[in-house]
């Protein structure tokens, strides 16, 4: 089943220069670039994409980290693509995300949480992806419009079953 998700590479990923390797990952996977931007995450469209967290004790420092540098946005397209890139960014916490994933191989952030801080530290894990059709179609519409995604051929398609 042909799915599209929602990947953005945040401000660590590109700092530290992770950016060519993550992507090369997700090309190896057979995955298709359909849209991709660079730039400075607005608040604005940060809330929209990260409304489910508002309530969440880390949303302040998730902002600030989030928007805090440039990110990159793309949509990545492939057979079951969205738990396929999940499976592949790791678990969210990079201390649990196993080795072979992107986070369990890069992001290895051990972070000291001191109770009752105001604004903990951010839980820099590189990467976002989209967790599930519904969140996948929402997030593409909160960053592209449609004629700001390509649909196109690859090379290799048939190999992939597509
Ligand atoms: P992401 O996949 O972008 O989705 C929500 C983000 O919230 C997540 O990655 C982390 O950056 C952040 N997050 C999730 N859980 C925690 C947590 N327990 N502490 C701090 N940040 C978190």
């Known amino acids: 089943m042909y799915q599209k998700s929602l990947i953005i590479l945040k401000p660590d990923a590109i700092q530290r220069r992770f950016v ?3 992507i090369g990952r997700f090309e190896n996977a057979g995955l298709k670039i359909h849209a991709m931007k660079f730039g400075i995450m607005s608040t ?7 409304a489910e967290h508002i309530d969440k004790p880390f949303y302040k420092s998730l902002e600030k980290y989030v928007t805090s540098n440039s990110v990159i946005i793309f949509i990545l397209g492939g ?9 592949m960014a790791g678990d969210t916490m990079p201390g649990k995300a196993l ?27 590189l990467i976002h992806a989209s967790a599930t059709i519904e969140e996948a179609e929402n997030e593409i519409n909160i ?15 048939a190999f992939h079953g597509l």
């Open 20 to 22: 060519g390797k993550i």
């Open 44 to 50: 604005k469209k940060f809330r929209q994409h990260y």
């Open 79 to 87: 057979c079951y693509a969205i738990d396929k890139i999940r499976l």
């Open 99 to 125: 080795p072979g994933t992107i986070r369990g191989d890069f992001a290895h952030q051990q972070r000291t949480e001191t109770p009752g801080d105001e604004m903990p530290p951010p839980l820099m894990n």
């Open 143 to 157: 960053w592209f419009s449609p004629n700001e995604i390509s649909d196109y051929s690859m090379a290799d398609d």
